[in-house]
């Protein structure tokens, strides 16, 4: 199993055929559109199945109530992040590891300002710390993930590179709230310095 995948999945029963695949695809996109738009409280499996199209019987067939909608919406979303730094990585291929933590960090701002609902849930603590996954806490599963990831790229053992990838998430993920608790788009100074914390962090633990 991936290590971005959670150990229980939020689906009832995984959609087989393409029309409940696509089904399933509406609802976690209308989910995605209501949360930005009534929050995540406010959030009803009535008001997801009434803009997704469907009987919220028909929601109910994969979902048992609002949480695993986000969760799996929450999935999603790291899935297609994880994704997108692979896909930078492999085509820029970084001659240095500060260049990873650049790409790491503009894949999140552009997903923060672009996907819906991901400013509001981002990957998943607004829910439950532990919403991705029931035995770690959400940043551990982004950590766990980029450090198999980075690995490629970064001549380290997983352990102490997934311990400093943990902590160095924590850390932005404070900051860049703060930043776009400031400024919609993101408070450039903001990120600015998050950067530049994160990469001496990094130097300190991984190496110049």
Sequence with gaps: MSETQATTTPLRRQPVQQRSAKRVEQMLDASAELIDEVGYDALTTTLIAKRAGV?????????PDKRAVVRALTQRN???????????LSREDPGHWWAVVDSVLDIYL?????????????????????????SRDN?????????DLVGKYIDLNTPRLSLAMTVAI?????????????????????VGETKHLIKGYLASRLGE
Excluded: C, W
Excluded at 55 to 63: D, I
């Design 110 to 134: 552009e997903m923060h300002r672009t996907v819906p609902g991901f400013s509001k849930v981002h990957f998943g603590d607004v829910v439950d710390r532990q919403l991705l996954d029931d």
């Design 139 to 147: 940043n551990r599963v982004i950590a766990d993930s980029l450090a």
């Design 78 to 88: 790291l899935d297609r992040f994880v994704q997108a730094v692979s896909e930078r």
């Design 55 to 63: 009987a919220v019987g028909s929601l109910y067939q994969f979902f």
């Design 170 to 190: 924590e850390a932005a993920d404070g900051l860049l709230k703060l930043a776009f608790h400031r400024d919609p788009q993101g408070d450039a100074e903001i």
